[in-house]
């Protein structure tokens, strides 16, 4: 990333190596023109100062998970992260033996690949990822609150990363926060007032990762709530890209 690229009211966050939780690549069917190629993606990622990102595809979601994780193979390179798609039938999953993934992406949704999480479905896969601490992310409106609490208690050492909680969330995040180690939001749409200073305060900054959406949202959103909380130098490196760097295996 070259430092000339970068807008020059994000030149701060050059410095934060920022490792974006939260992005997809690709063409979509539903979101039409906002959807970006790898290239176009990067280059929103340099205007911004963002050094890294986690991706996952957005075949993947709507149309088929295998022509998804293919598309993203060809889109991958030094800077972008896969979240593979993954479902519960085994040889599906198993066939992830061969290179096991630092992280995958769960669509529960109906209209995405409508599977239960619960362990009569999901279980033998969530075991499977749990063996290989495979940081495994899914987004908030595929699941429901109680569904989550129970994976988090049925894989306590499964790192679960939850997508867009919202700015309404910390009354079933907090309790959640205080049983489990195990999970984790992005900050794409946790902006209420002081609301990600406040959790820090709580809980410290280990269960918070810098988010954006990209390329759906807007990421110069995102990087000014970080920037404008008030918590330590440390508590924002950590959430900018640390904690991620960690779960991933420092990728």
Request: charged fraction near 20%; charge should be negative.
């Amino acid at each position: 990333m070259s430092a000339s690229a970068i807008d020059p009211a994000f030149q701060e966050v050059a410095a934060w190596n920022v490792f974006d939780a939260n992005a997809r690549v690709g063409r979509s069917g539903v979101h039409g023109e906002q959807a970006l190629e790898a290239g176009d993606l990067l280059a929103e990622m340099d205007r911004l100062g963002i050094q890294r990102a986690l991706v996952s595809h957005f075949a993947s979601e709507e149309y088929d998970a295998g022509e998804g994780n293919r598309l993203l193979t060809a889109q991958i390179g030094a800077r972008l992260a896969p979240a593979w798609a993954a479902l519960p039938d085994r040889a599906f999953f198993e066939s992830l033996n061969l290179a096991p993934p630092a992280a995958v992406r769960l669509s529960f949704g109906m209209l995405k690949h409508n599977f239960s999480s619960s362990a009569w479905c999901a279980g033998e896969l969530c075991e499977f990822l749990q063996a290989h601490s495979t940081l495994t992310v899914i987004q908030r409106e595929d699941i429901a609150w109680d569904s989550v609490e129970l994976l988090l208690r049925n894989f306590p050492r499964l790192p679960i990363l939850l997508l867009e909680t919202g700015y309404r969330a910390d009354r079933y995040l907090f309790p959640l926060f205080e049983r489990h180690a195990n999970l984790y939001i992005d900050t794409s749409m946790y902006v209420a007032h002081r609301q990600l200073e406040y959790c820090v305060e709580k809980f410290g900054p280990d269960h918070l990762l810098f988010g954006t959406r990209l390329p759906l949202y807007e990421a110069g959103a995102a990087l000014a709530v970080l920037a404008a909380s008030r918590i330590s130098d440390e508590a924002r490196l950590a959430i900018a890209g640390g904690n991620l760097r960690r779960l991933l295996g420092k990728l």
